[in-house]
């Protein structure tokens, strides 16, 4: 064979192997828009540094001096573009949740102390603007209505976000929803959260194949992530027979372990009855045996 050829092989095999020491670190939608309430002070940044010395700067070294700990994958200078173009929501979460090597700082640093990280990490990020944490503080308390429908011609389930204002309602833009199906044990998230469009609309792709109950029934939440809790709660809860009709007996239907009394398996209960048997035969041979015992003393005299 020709060598492009396995030269081609070997990078795919390079790109593949490295991939699976080191997937990628996907930051959800939803957490991306995170802010800080927070307004960044040089203050600020100066307390930061002092977290940023006592937890990042093994690996992460100083920034701007690019000695950061040699090890894979690399964890790089903070202080880099790379870094500095993603958004404060990205940042946040990747300081949060770690991946290994990192150490998610979920409950090592507070919320507060992780901005206050960022805040030092922004500092060395040119042209870097924050996002005002005012223009948050003036949606707070945005009061959203959500409704669902099942779109037949399209196939999918479209939530629709009012944003209930002074001027009246108005469809909410903008506003990221997560969509929920009820399962046996708990809710399970349907696809990735979706934005709303101009007009209010967020559209999820329904399965043709997920079954429902009998009549085919499904029960749906929708609701808003909110991940600065800047809004107030917003959740509809609806019924719709869009699934397929599954005639599944309930969990308690059939004979298990986890069921009542007279829905126990059969070996269950042939054991136990066994072993009451087995006991009582016993304590009977027992109070026998000792009545014999003063039937001989009496023999005796
Ligand atoms: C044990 C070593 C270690 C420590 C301690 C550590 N990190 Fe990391 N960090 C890494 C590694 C390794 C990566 C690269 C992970 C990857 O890309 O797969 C990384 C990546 C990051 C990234 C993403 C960089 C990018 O290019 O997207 C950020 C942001 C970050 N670290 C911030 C911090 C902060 C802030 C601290 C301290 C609070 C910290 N890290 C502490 C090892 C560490």
């Known amino acids: 064979m020709k060598r ?44 930061g540094e002092v977290i940023y010395m006592k937890n990042c700067q093994s690996c992460h070294g100083i920034p ?19 870094v500095g173009n993603q958004k404060d929501g990205e940042l ?37 603007v924050q996002p005002d944490p005012e223009k948050l503080a003036a949606s707070a308390g945005r009061r959203i209505k959500l409704s669902m429908v099942y779109d037949t011609a399209k196939r ?11 001027e009246g309602p108005r469809p909410a833009q903008g506003a990221v929803i ?15 959260p979706k934005t709303t469009s101009e007009s209010g609309y967020a559209g999820f792709e329904w399965p043709q194949d997920l079954p429902g109950d009998k009549a085919g029934r499904v029960i749906l939440s929708a609701k808003v992530s909110d991940p600065t809790g800047s809004m107030q709660e917003a959740v509809v809860r609806d019924t719709l027979s869009i699934g397929v009709p599954t005639d599944k007996p309930a969990l308690t239907d059939t004979r298990a372990m986890w069921s009542t009394r007279d829905k126990s398996p059969v070996w269950v209960i042939l054991t136990y009855t066994l072993a009451v048997i087995v006991v009582w035969y016993f304590i009977i041979y027992i109070i026998l045996s000792v009545l014999d015992i003063r039937k001989i003393k009496e023999l005796n005299l």
């Open 156 to 166: 999918k389930i479209m939530v629709k976000a009012v944003e209930l204002t002074k």
């Open 64 to 82: 701007t001096k690019k000695n950061f700990a040699a090890i894979v994958p690399s964890p790089g200078d903070l202080s880099e573009p790379i």
């Open 4 to 47: 492009p050829f396995y030269i081609l092989l070997l990078i795919i095999s390079t790109v593949l192997q490295a991939e699976a020491q080191n997937p990628a670190w996907i930051v959800p939608d939803d957490q991306k828009g995170k802010i800080s309430l927070l307004k960044f002070t040089p203050d600020m940044a100066k307390q």
């Open 92 to 128: 946040f979460y990747r300081i949060t949740t770690g991946k290994a090597p990192m150490p998610e700082f979920r409950n090592i640093l507070t919320e507060d102390e992780r901005w206050t990280v960022i805040s030092f990490l922004r500092s060395f990020h040119k042209g870097y």
């Open 178 to 192: 997560v969509l929920f199906v009820q399962r046996y044990f708990g809710n399970m998230q349907m696809a990735d």
